[in-house]
C-alpha cells in the first residue's frame, strides 16, 4: 500500500490573486491528515491541485514519485470528493443516486460495493431520488459514500462532510476509522472546525493565506501550546523570550498563550514566579496562529475560487 | 472522552493505567482493540496504537499474536511501583511549593498527615494512598 | 480486495457513455418517429400529404448532436476527471463514444426514410423531397447516412468546442458559441445552396460547382470544421481546471 503525497512548492494563483503560496509538505503514507485553514484561505486550492483537478501556476506534486497532473497512474489512485462527489445532475434520466454510486463502481477500481451499500443505508440515502433533489446533508452524504468505498490510495475529503447532522458526521468518522485499520489509506479532511475531528488526525496542516504555517503530528502540536496564566508582570517576564500566540487581561491578572515546547526549566521557573500553566486545545491553537497572521497584515481579496 | 489539551495517547495510556490500578482491567484480561479503541472514542488507530505500544515497553500489557492485547501478570504492581517513584516530585513536591507560596505552615500539613494517617489505620489496613 | 486491477477496462469510458447514449438515443428516436408519423397521419386527415414528413422533422436531431457535444466536454469531461481519469484519456474515449453515437443516430434517421417509404407507399402518397441534399431521392440511403453523418459530426465538434469554453469560462463562451454557429451554419449552407447568399463564394473558392450540391463540398467543409473545432478545443480541454463546488 503506497500513497505518498508530497507538494513541491506549489503555487496556484487565479490572475491576481494568489491562492496558494510556494507551499511543500509531505503527507505520509497510510496516515489521516487534517489540513485546517479558514474559509479563503486556499484548502479547497491546494486540494483541487493535490488531485490533479487543476494544474498548479508553479511547482510540483507527486504521489509515490509520480507527477499527478495528467498522469493515469497517479490519479486513478485518488479520489477527491468535494460536494456530492462530482456527480452529474443533468443527465436524466441517468441523475439518481443509484446511477451516481453505479458509476463509481465502474470507474473507481478499489471500489468495495457490498460497503457502498451498507454506507448507503446507514445514512439513510434515498435510491431513487434525483441528484438535484438532495438536501445538504444527503449531498454530503453520498460524497463520503463515495469516497469511503472508492478505497483510493489517498482519498481527499474537502469540507462538505460538515454538511451532515452530527449522527451522520460520527457514523463517518466511525466508519472511516475502523477502514482505516483494516485497509490503510492517506486520506487528507480539510475543514475550518476542528473540534469534532482533530482526534482523528495523525498530522495537521495548517494553512494560512495559502502558505503553509504549521505541519506536525497532531499530538506533538498538542503538546507545544501553553497558556501561562498570572500576575501582569511576572507574565510578562516569562514570556519575554517565548513566541506569543494572544494575551488576555482580567484587572491585574494576565493570559498569555505561548506556542512552543515548554520543557521541564520553564515549568519549574514558572512553579517558582507562582504562575499557572494551562494546556491549549488545538481549536484555540489554531484560531491564535491564524489570527496572530491576520495581524500582521492585512487580508488580501478571497481567491476567486474559494468558497463562497 | 479525550480533550483537545494534551497528546491523546497519552491520555489513552493513562486511562488504561488508571484501569489496571483500580483493578477494573485484571491481569491476562484482554484490552479493547486498537480498531474498537479508535472508533469508540472517535481517534485516530495509529494514535490508539502508539499508546498500546507505550503500555508494552512499560510491561503493563503484552501482545497476543492475532488475538489482541492482554493485560500482563503482575502489571498492577508494576505500575504502583512507578507511581511510587513520582509521587514525591509530581505530587508532594508542588503541594509544599503551594503551601509555601500560600502561607500554609508546612507543620500543619504534617499534623494532617499523621491525622489521616492514624483514622486510615484505625478504618482498614488494606487502604493505601496512591 | 486492495489487489484490484488498475485499469482492468482501458475503454471503460467510451463503453459506460456509449451504452447509456445508445439507449438514450434508440427511446428518444422510437419516441421521436412514433410521434413525426402520428402527426403524418393526422395532417392526412385534413389535407393530402405530398411531400416526405421525415424530411421536415430530420431538422430536429441536429440539434441534438450538437447537445452531445456540449455534454462531451461541459459535463462527462469534468465528471470523469473528478473520477481519477486525465483528460487526455476522457477527450480521446468520449470522441470515440460520440463517433459511436452519432453514427447510430445517423443510422435510425436513415432508417426512418426507409421506414415512411414503406407507410407512404401502401397509403399511397408522394415521398418527396423539398430541400437540397447530397441525395436527389428518399431512397439513396447511403447518400443520406453520409449527410446525416456529416451533419453530425460538425454540430457534434461545434457543441464540444462551445461546451468547453463555456465550462473554462463563460466569458469564453460568448465567443465560442458564435464560432460554433458559424459552423454549423457553413455547413448547412453547403447542403442548401440557395440557402445562403455567400455559399456561392465559398462554392466558387473551393472550386465546386456552386449551384449543385457537392459531396466533396460537403466532405471538405466537415473535414475543415473538424481541423478548426479538435484543436481549438483540445487548447481549451488538456489543463481544464474543475470548478470549485459549492457546498
Given at each position: 500500500?503506497?500513497?505518498?503525497?508530497?507538494?513541491?512548492?506549489?503555487?496556484?494563483?487565479?490572475?491576481?490573486?494568489?491562492?496558494?503560496?510556494?507551499?511543500?509538505?509531505?503527507?505520509?503514507?497510510?496516515?489521516?491528515?487534517?489540513?485546517?485553514?479558514?474559509?479563503?484561505?486556499?484548502?479547497?486550492?491546494?486540494?483541487?491541485?493535490?488531485?490533479?483537478?487543476?494544474?498548479?501556476?508553479?511547482?510540483?506534486?507527486?504521489?509515490?514519485?509520480?507527477?499527478?497532473?495528467?498522469?493515469?497512474?497517479?490519479?486513478?489512485?485518488?479520489?477527491?470528493?468535494?460536494?456530492?462527489?462530482?456527480?452529474?445532475?443533468?443527465?436524466?434520466?441517468?441523475?439518481?443516486?443509484?446511477?451516481?454510486?453505479?458509476?463509481?463502481?465502474?470507474?473507481?477500481?478499489?471500489?468495495?460495493?457490498?460497503?457502498?451499500?451498507?454506507?448507503?443505508?446507514?445514512?439513510?440515502?434515498?435510491?431513487?431520488?434525483?441528484?438535484?433533489?438532495?438536501?445538504?446533508?444527503?449531498?454530503?452524504?453520498?460524497?463520503?459514500?463515495?469516497?469511503?468505498?472508492?478505497?483510493?490510495?489517498?482519498?481527499?475529503?474537502?469540507?462538505?462532510?460538515?454538511?451532515?447532522?452530527?449522527?451522520?458526521?460520527?457514523?463517518?468518522?466511525?466508519?472511516?476509522?475502523?477502514?482505516?485499520?483494516?485497509?490503510?489509506?492517506?486520506?487528507?479532511?480539510?475543514?475550518?472546525?476542528?473540534?469534532?475531528?482533530?482526534?482523528?488526525?495523525?498530522?495537521?496542516?495548517?494553512?494560512?493565506?495559502?502558505?503553509?504555517?504549521?505541519?506536525?503530528?497532531?499530538?506533538?502540536?498538542?503538546?507545544?501550546?501553553?497558556?501561562?496564566?498570572?500576575?501582569?508582570?511576572?507574565?510578562?517576564?516569562?514570556?519575554?523570550?517565548?513566541?506569543?500566540?494572544?494575551?488576555?487581561?482580567?484587572?491585574?491578572?494576565?493570559?498569555?498563550?505561548?506556542?512552543?515546547?515548554?520543557?521541564?526549566?520553564?515549568?519549574?521557573?514558572?512553579?517558582?514566579?507562582?504562575?499557572?500553566?494551562?494546556?491549549?486545545?488545538?481549536?484555540?491553537?489554531?484560531?491564535?496562529?491564524?489570527?496572530?497572521?491576520?495581524?500582521?497584515?492585512?487580508?488580501?481579496?478571497?481567491?476567486?475560487?474559494?468558497?463562497? | 472522552?479525550?480533550?483537545?489539551?494534551?497528546?491523546?495517547?497519552?491520555?489513552?495510556?493513562?486511562?488504561?493505567?488508571?484501569?489496571?490500578?483500580?483493578?477494573?482491567?485484571?491481569?491476562?484480561?484482554?484490552?479493547?482493540?486498537?480498531?474498537?479503541?479508535?472508533?469508540?472514542?472517535?481517534?485516530?488507530?495509529?494514535?490508539?496504537?502508539?499508546?498500546?505500544?507505550?503500555?508494552?515497553?512499560?510491561?503493563?500489557?503484552?501482545?497476543?499474536?492475532?488475538?489482541?492485547?492482554?493485560?500482563?501478570?503482575?502489571?498492577?504492581?508494576?505500575?504502583?511501583?512507578?507511581?511510587?517513584?513520582?509521587?514525591?516530585?509530581?505530587?508532594?513536591?508542588?503541594?509544599?511549593?503551594?503551601?509555601?507560596?500560600?502561607?500554609?505552615?508546612?507543620?500543619?500539613?504534617?499534623?494532617?498527615?499523621?491525622?489521616?494517617?492514624?483514622?486510615?489505620?484505625?478504618?482498614?489496613?488494606?487502604?493505601?494512598?496512591? | 480486495?486492495?489487489?484490484?486491477?488498475?485499469?482492468?477496462?482501458?475503454?471503460?469510458?467510451?463503453?459506460?457513455?456509449?451504452?447509456?447514449?445508445?439507449?438514450?438515443?434508440?427511446?428518444?428516436?422510437?419516441?421521436?418517429?412514433?410521434?413525426?408519423?402520428?402527426?403524418?397521419?393526422?395532417?392526412?386527415?385534413?389535407?393530402?400529404?405530398?411531400?416526405?414528413?421525415?424530411?421536415?422533422?430530420?431538422?430536429?436531431?441536429?440539434?441534438?448532436?450538437?447537445?452531445?457535444?456540449?455534454?462531451?466536454?461541459?459535463?462527462?469531461?469534468?465528471?470523469?476527471?473528478?473520477?481519477?481519469?486525465?483528460?487526455?484519456?476522457?477527450?480521446?474515449?468520449?470522441?470515440?463514444?460520440?463517433?459511436?453515437?452519432?453514427?447510430?443516430?445517423?443510422?435510425?434517421?436513415?432508417?426512418?426514410?426507409?421506414?415512411?417509404?414503406?407507410?407512404?407507399?401502401?397509403?399511397?402518397?408522394?415521398?418527396?423531397?423539398?430541400?437540397?441534399?447530397?441525395?436527389?431521392?428518399?431512397?439513396?440511403?447511403?447518400?443520406?447516412?453520409?449527410?446525416?453523418?456529416?451533419?453530425?459530426?460538425?454540430?457534434?465538434?461545434?457543441?464540444?468546442?462551445?461546451?468547453?469554453?463555456?465550462?473554462?469560462?463563460?466569458?469564453?463562451?460568448?465567443?465560442?458559441?458564435?464560432?460554433?454557429?458559424a459552423?454549423v451554419v457553413v455547413s448547412e449552407a453547403a447542403l442548401n445552396p440557395g440557402f445562403l447568399e455567400f455559399v456561392t463564394?465559398i462554392g466558387?473558392?473551393?472550386?465546386?460547382?456552386?449551384?449543385?450540391?457537392?459531396?466533396?463540398a460537403s466532405?471538405?467543409i466537415?473535414?475543415?470544421?473538424?481541423?478548426?473545432?479538435?484543436?481549438?478545443?483540445?487548447?481549451?480541454?488538456?489543463?481544464?481546471?474543475?470548478?470549485?463546488?459549492?457546498?
Amino acid at each position: 500500500m503506497t500513497g505518498e503525497l508530497e507538494l513541491q512548492d506549489v503555487t496556484v494563483r487565479y490572475g491576481d490573486t494568489v491562492a496558494v503560496d510556494g507551499l511543500t509538505a509531505t503527507l505520509g503514507d497510510g496516515q489521516i491528515h487534517g489540513l485546517l485553514g479558514r474559509n479563503g484561505s486556499g484548502k479547497t486550492s491546494l486540494l483541487s491541485v493535490a488531485a490533479g483537478f487543476r494544474r498548479a501556476s508553479g511547482g510540483e506534486v507527486l504521489l509515490d514519485g509520480q507527477q499527478v497532473f495528467e498522469n493515469p497512474g497517479a490519479v486513478r489512485r485518488m479520489c477527491c470528493i468535494r460536494g456530492a462527489g462530482d456527480t452529474v445532475e443533468h443527465d436524466w434520466p441517468g441523475d439518481k443516486v443509484t446511477h451516481a454510486l453505479e458509476l463509481a463502481a465502474t470507474l473507481r477500481p478499489r471500489w468495495d460495493r457490498g460497503w457502498a451499500d451498507r454506507l448507503t443505508q446507514r445514512f439513510n440515502l434515498p435510491l431513487r431520488t434525483r441528484l438535484g433533489e438532495l438536501s445538504r446533508g444527503q449531498r454530503a452524504a453520498l460524497g463520503v459514500v463515495l469516497g469511503l468505498a472508492s478505497r483510493a490510495p489517498v482519498t481527499i475529503f474537502d469540507e462538505t462532510y460538515l454538511g451532515m447532522d452530527a449522527p451522520s458526521r460520527y457514523a463517518f468518522y466511525e466508519e472511516l476509522l475502523a477502514d482505516q485499520v483494516e485497509h490503510p489509506r492517506t486520506f487528507i479532511l480539510s475543514t475550518h472546525h476542528i473540534e469534532e475531528v482533530a482526534s482523528l488526525f495523525e498530522t495537521v496542516l495548517i494553512i494560512d493565506d495559502g502558505r503553509l504555517m504549521v505541519h506536525e503530528e497532531a499530538d506533538a502540536l498538542r503538546a507545544r501550546g501553553a497558556a501561562v496564566t498570572g500576575p501582569a508582570e511576572a507574565v510578562d517576564a516569562f514570556t519575554a523570550d517565548l513566541d506569543v500566540l494572544a494575551t488576555t487581561r482580567l484587572g491585574p491578572t494576565r493570559s498569555d498563550t505561548v506556542y512552543g515546547e515548554l520543557d521541564d526549566h520553564h515549568r519549574r521557573d514558572a512553579r517558582e514566579r507562582g504562575l499557572q500553566l494551562d494546556p491549549v486545545p488545538l481549536q484555540d491553537l489554531f484560531v491564535h496562529l491564524t489570527e496572530a497572521t491576520d495581524r500582521a497584515h492585512t487580508h488580501s481579496a478571497t481567491a476567486p475560487g474559494g468558497r463562497p | 472522552m479525550f480533550d483537545e489539551r494534551s497528546p491523546i495517547y497519552r491520555q489513552i495510556a493513562g486511562r488504561i493505567r488508571s484501569e489496571v490500578l483500580s483493578g477494573a482491567l485484571e491481569e491476562d484480561e484482554q484490552v479493547m482493540s486498537t480498531t474498537q479503541y479508535a472508533t469508540h472514542f472517535r481517534i485516530n488507530p495509529a494514535t490508539a496504537a502508539k499508546a498500546f505500544a507505550e503500555l508494552v515497553d512499560e510491561g503493563v500489557l503484552y501482545k497476543r499474536r492475532g488475538v489482541g492485547m492482554f493485560v500482563a501478570p503482575g502489571a498492577r504492581e508494576v505500575l504502583r511501583a512507578a507511581h511510587r517513584a513520582r509521587f514525591f516530585d509530581e505530587v508532594v513536591e508542588p503541594m509544599i511549593d503551594q503551601a509555601v507560596a500560600i502561607g500554609v505552615d508546612l507543620d500543619e500539613v504534617v499534623d494532617r498527615i499523621r491525622a489521616r494517617q492514624a483514622s486510615a489505620q484505625n478504618a482498614s489496613q488494606e487502604e493505601v494512598g496512591g | 480486495m486492495n489487489a484490484a486491477p488498475q485499469t482492468a477496462d482501458r475503454w471503460v469510458l467510451a463503453r459506460h457513455r456509449l451504452r447509456d447514449d445508445a439507449l438514450g438515443i434508440l427511446l428518444l428516436w422510437s419516441g421521436f418517429a412514433a410521434f413525426v408519423f402520428a402527426l403524418v397521419f393526422a395532417v392526412a386527415a385534413f389535407r393530402p400529404i405530398e411531400l416526405s414528413g421525415w424530411e421536415t422533422a430530420s431538422q430536429i436531431p441536429r440539434w441534438f448532436a450538437g447537445g452531445m457535444g456540449i455534454y462531451m466536454t461541459a459535463v462527462y469531461l469534468p465528471l470523469y476527471i473528478a473520477h481519477g481519469f486525465t483528460r487526455r484519456e476522457s477527450m480521446r474515449q468520449l470522441t470515440v463514444a460520440t463517433a459511436g453515437s452519432i453514427t447510430l443516430l445517423a443510422v435510425l434517421m436513415t432508417l426512418g426514410y426507409a421506414i415512411e417509404r414503406g407507410i407512404y407507399a401502401v397509403a399511397g402518397w408522394p415521398q418527396e423531397l423539398v430541400q437540397s441534399h447530397l441525395f436527389d431521392h428518399a431512397s439513396n440511403y447511403p447518400l443520406i447516412l453520409l449527410e446525416f453523418l456529416l451533419l453530425f459530426t460538425v454540430w457534434a465538434a461545434a457543441g464540444a468546442f462551445a461546451g468547453s469554453a463555456i465550462y473554462r469560462n463563460p466569458a469564453y463562451g460568448l465567443f465560442a458559441v458564435p464560432v460554433g454557429l458559424a459552423m454549423v451554419v457553413v455547413s448547412e449552407a453547403a447542403l442548401n445552396p440557395g440557402f445562403l447568399e455567400f455559399v456561392t463564394a465559398i462554392g466558387g473558392w473551393l472550386g465546386v460547382e456552386a449551384d449543385g450540391v457537392s459531396v466533396t463540398a460537403s466532405l471538405v467543409i466537415t473535414l475543415g470544421c473538424l481541423a478548426l473545432a479538435t484543436p481549438a478545443t483540445w487548447l481549451l480541454v488538456r489543463d481544464l481546471p474543475l470548478r470549485n463546488q459549492q457546498a
